[in-house]
């Protein structure tokens, strides 16, 4: 797997983000530049075929020569969750034990790893899916983790006394109550992405904390917080920061144990960036035809 490399890429992905200038005028970045060509096929959901399609081309920046071609499901899947093992490390709290993943596909996979890789501490993780055998063969296929791995009937089920909460949905309407969060709660909420689709409901994102990826684009982009916007529940400025800002020490991250933190990503292309190169570095040290897992 080359996730845990993308997870250490990751804080260099996010300090680009929040670049410094050179001394000659240039925004700081590293050695390698990337193309993502990707489109979204929500019908291909339980068909045995990703709903994102797509490659990431890699070029080395130097001279522009191309490096890698890269399956952009695969970059896509590890870089979200990369980017939520970082928020988790700073915002969840350090003695975390159950997590909970509302949702049981490609992310729900991807998020208990990094999460675990963040907090390895977990000793419990619970699963929701809208289809109760999906989340059923999500557990099945855990039973050599070494920890429980349960599925359940509820997304308040899910989410009791959880320390760590992912939303891994394409939902079009909110699977997360924010009654049902307790107090010290650490969410990250990931699948909503348009303004029609909706993971965590409007008291979630008003108990909450809020930190986002880009602060840009969650203004514009995932219903999650588009919503309450329109509502007049929320202001512009209940957007705490983007995560890259609380790793740099600019903005402040958790304040109390009580608190609930809220972490909305939609995806950076730097993110992509590093993930690809992560994969590519590892892919460069094996034998020749094999491929890095994600």
């Known amino acids: 797997s080359y996730l845990p490399d993308a997870i250490t890429a990751n804080p260099d ?3 680009w983000w929040h670049p410094q200038t050179d001394p000659d005028g240039r925004r700081g970045g590293g050695g390698w530049m ?11 959901s339980g068909t045995g075929f990703s709903s994102h399609q797509g490659v990431v081309l890699l070029f080395e920046a130097g001279n522009g020569s191309l490096k890698c071609i890269a399956d952009a499901h695969s970059v896509t899947a590890t870089r979200t969750a990369a980017a939520s093992a970082i928020a ?12 909970a993943l509302l949702g049981s ?4 996979h991807m998020h208990l790893k990094a999460v675990r890789i963040a ?3 977990i000793t419990e993780v619970r699963v929701w899916s809208r289809k109760p055998e999906s989340a059923a063969a999500f557990a099945a296929s855990y039973k050599q983790l070494g920890i429980p ?4 009937a509820t997304p308040r089920e899910c989410v009791a006394d959880a320390d760590i909460i992912c939303t891994v949905t394409p939902s079009t309407t909110p699977i997360l109550s924010g009654a049902d969060v307790k107090a010290g709660a650490h969410i990250n909420a990931v699948g909503a992405c348009f303004p029609t689709q909706r993971e965590v409901d409007t008291e979630t994102v008003t108990r909450s904390r809020l930190f986002v990826d880009t602060r840009e684009a969650c203004l514009k982009e995932p219903g999650d917080i588009v919503t309450p916007l329109k509502e007049g529940t929320i202001q512009e400025h209940h957007i705490v920061g983007e995560v890259g800002q609380v790793l740099m020490g600019r903005i402040e991250g958790r304040r ?11 995806g950076a292309a730097v993110e992509d960036l590093c993930a690809a190169t992560a994969l590519f570095q590892q892919a460069s040290t094996q034998p020749e035809g094999s491929f890095p897992r994600m």
């Open 256 to 266: 109390t144990q009580e608190e609930v933190t809220l972490f909305k990503s939609v």
């Open 13 to 15: 992905a996010i300090r």
């Open 34 to 44: 990337a193309t993502k060509v990707v489109s979204v096929f929500p019908s291909n």
């Open 149 to 152: 791995v349960v599925a359940v």
């Open 105 to 108: 596909g490609t992310q729900a």
């Open 119 to 121: 907090r390895p501490g």
């Open 88 to 99: 988790t490390r700073l915002l969840s709290r350090p003695e975390s034990k159950v997590l």
